[in-house]
């Protein structure tokens, strides 16, 4: 009997660096309607942030960032999840992103690692 599922490959990315001498594992997805991308050391989802560009008349491209679930008392994250909206929105893409940071710590080393773990195997 065929199966009635669809055959639907979903754009994604996985792979796994080592920060501060902490396996990370990155999971980056390519939806219709935005990006997901995973970070983790923790072998869970952690904080969950949402962040998009704002259209407006200016110039300047103005990024919003909110927490959905998780630690919102750590400007850190909203500063790793803006950094990396703003690098897919410089890459042409107006997707937003979801992004899920399930760290064992929240230094700037450790963002910065993710960042550019991130930004340099992007499938925007």
């Not at 979903?10 to 999971?27: A, E, M, R, W, Y």
């Not at 630690?71 to 950094?83: F, N, V, Y």
């Amino acid at each position: 009997m065929a199966s009635s599922q669809p055959n639907y490959q979903l754009p994604q990315k996985k792979f796994s660096v080592n920060i501060k001498g902490n396996t990370t594992d990155i999971v980056i997805c390519s939806y219709d309607d935005q990006f997901l991308v995973l970070v983790t050391q923790i072998g869970s989802m952690g904080t969950i942030l949402h962040a998009r560009k704002e259209e407006g008349i200016s110039n300047n491209p103005n990024f919003n960032v909110s927490v959905i679930f998780g630690k919102r008392d750590e400007p850190m994250l909203e500063t790793c999840a803006r950094k990396i909206i703003e690098h897919i929105s410089s890459s042409g893409s107006p997707k937003p992103l979801l992004l899920s940071l399930g760290l064992k710590d929240h230094s700037k080393e450790t963002l910065k690692g993710v960042i550019s773990a991130v930004t340099e195997n992007g499938i925007w």
